[in-house]
């Protein structure tokens, strides 16, 4: 074997994982193709002592730590095919590459869907946002908003309001009696025209414009995003696949180890919901319980 393991993505959950091993003195190779997740986002927060923090940054620490223990190896690459052997894992790179290793762990997360909404893709990570958690705080007493995508948004809606007054644009969907007498039990406003488009300066967001003509104040819009694996090595190597509240998930048990023995998932594609926080604990389980699978079979 060339490695005892096979990290595929090295954001938060792969370089977590792979700092575990690598203190463990085991053989890794990190495949990672330099796109995480939350590049669009200038600042992380919530992760413990990093509050606030560029994301990117975050990571080119970790990457740079991580060159203190010369058994782990970062290739910049898209794994692009996997298979089992039956001892172990093969992962092939879009150069034509293989690299081979005992165990393997897929952290390469997952890729958001947006409504097609002039205004919005290009304010996603600034003002338009997935977690009122990790960039609620900082919009605080503002005009907030939701947009409906799925019955679930009538919970985010009333999650968000923590933060601030809140609307739910339905775009045009239709609520039952009892979705409505909770969001006005929490003071949710409802708005049920479609929305045509943005409106800020660059990437600030001022207001909503509806197909009416109206437009209504906002400071910051919520979505649930529809999420998707970013690589199909999961399927390719035979791991079980559930679907999650946001699209598809990777089937793990509390080790972070699929279906698949000895083939571990870690991070977006394997949890809901999602934060840095969680990726990186899901990615030391993985490590760990990966480094205790090669020590005792």
Request: overall charge negative; hydrophobic content about 40%.
């Amino acid at each position: 074997m060339q490695h005892d393991v096979i990290i595929v993505g090295g954001a938060f959950a792969g370089l977590a994982a792979a700092t575990y091993l690598g203190r463990a003195r085991r053989n890794v190779c990190v495949i990672d193709t330099r796109q995480p997740r939350n590049r669009f986002a200038d600042a992380s927060h919530g992760f413990l002592g990093f509050d606030g923090s560029d994301p990117k940054a975050i990571l080119a620490k970790a990457r740079e730590q991580l060159g203190a223990y010369s058994s782990v190896h970062m290739i910049e690459g898209q794994a692009v095919a996997g298979r089992s052997d039956g001892d172990g894992f093969a992962v092939t790179l879009s150069s034509g590459e293989e690299i081979s290793a005992q165990k393997a762990i897929l952290a390469y997360g997952v890729r958001d869907t947006l409504e097609s909404i002039p205004g919005l893709q290009e304010r996603w990570g600034k003002t338009v946002l997935h977690c009122p958690y990790c960039h609620g705080f900082e919009f605080s007493d503002r005009q907030l908003g939701v947009l409906y995508r799925m019955p679930m948004s009538v919970h985010q809606a009333v999650l968000v309001a923590e933060w601030g007054p809140t609307t739910l644009y339905l775009n045009g969907a239709e609520l039952d009696s009892e979705a409505a007498q909770t969001l006005a039990a929490r003071g949710v406003r409802v708005e049920q025209s479609k929305l045509k488009r943005l409106v800020g300066e660059r990437c600030a967001l001022s207001a909503i414009e509806l197909v009416d003509g109206r437009e209504s104040p906002v400071e910051a819009l919520y979505v649930a995003p529809q999420s998707c694996p970013s690589s199909p090595l999961a399927e390719q190597l035979g791991a079980a696949i559930e679907e999650g509240p946001f699209g598809p998930l990777i089937t793990t048990d509390a080790d972070k180890m699929t279906s698949v023995p000895g083939l571990y998932a870690a991070g977006d594609i394997a949890r809901a919901p999602h934060s840095v926080s969680w990726a990186v604990a899901d990615g030391v389980t993985a490590g760990i319980s990966a480094h205790r699978a090669l020590v005792f079979g």
